[in-house]
């Protein structure tokens, strides 16, 4: 079976200090793979989403970027945090294109203060 | 485009009572739709999915929805409503990508 997994659980971090998350994916080859931002209040915003090792497309320019240097592993990073970085992070992964179900891991819960 | 909105931002039932959680959708495609479920600080689980066969759709732990064309509704319900059972919402329409409405928070009285 599939699983996905997600690191750190919680972050707390300082304000112009650098981010990086990690994602992985256990059980399947090749998947889609997606970065979503759950801010307090608001719904799930989709930041990045990759169709392969490199591929990277962002649907929000911001202060934060991904990479995918591996089949299963998608990272997603910033240089300095701002205090609008702050949420819920969460990373999915989908068998077929972006409109497939996606299965979401247990995500990275972020202050940036 | 597509868009879908879920009609209540927060539910109050008590528990034994049904559920019914209120969802429209737009799409100029036949679309997908899911309903996901989120209990605080953990991830999405998703709880059933239509993908345009049976118009009502069987999910897990007692939940279904029925698909109305004519309506555009995706209305998530379950018969008796468990403690368990309290957490946030999300109907999901999908036809070009997946756009989540803004979530439907449930509590559960005892």
């Known amino acids: 079976s599939q699983t996905i997994h997600q690191w750190p659980a919680t972050l707390v971090q300082p304000v112009g200090s650098p981010l990086s998350l990690e994602c992985t994916v256990e059980?399947?080859?090749?998947?889609?793979l997606y970065w979503y931002r759950q801010a307090a209040g608001r719904g799930l915003q989709l930041l990045f989403y990759s169709v392969g090792i490199g591929q990277i497309s962002s649907e929000v320019p911001q202060n934060l970027s991904a990479s995918r240097p591996q089949d299963r592993q998608f990272i997603l990073s910033s240089k300095k945090l701002l205090l609008s970085d702050s949420g819920f992070y969460l990373c999915?992964?989908?068998?077929?294109?972006?409109?497939?179900?996606?299965?979401f891991g247990p995500g990275t819960r972020l202050t940036v203060l | 485009a597509q868009s879908v909105t879920q009609l209540d931002s927060h539910v109050s039932v008590s528990e034994g009572t049904p559920v019914l959680l209120r969802c429209n959708y737009s799409s100029s495609y036949s679309p997908s739709l899911f309903w996901y479920v989120q209990h605080p600080n953990k991830g999405l689980q998703l709880l059933l999915k239509?993908?345009?066969?049976?118009?009502l759709v069987k999910g897990i732990n007692g939940f279904e929805a029925e698909f109305k064309k004519s309506e555009t509704s995706f209305h998530l319900t379950k018969p008796s409503a468990h403690m368990s059972d309290a957490a946030e919402y999300f109907c999901v329409v999908s036809d070009y990508k997946l756009s989540f409405g803004a979530g439907t928070t449930v509590t559960v009285r005892a």
């Open positions: 999915a992964w989908s068998v077929l294109a972006s409109t497939d179900t996606q299965y």
């Open positions: 239509y993908t345009s066969a049976a118009t």
């Open positions: 059980g399947t080859s090749n998947p889609n």
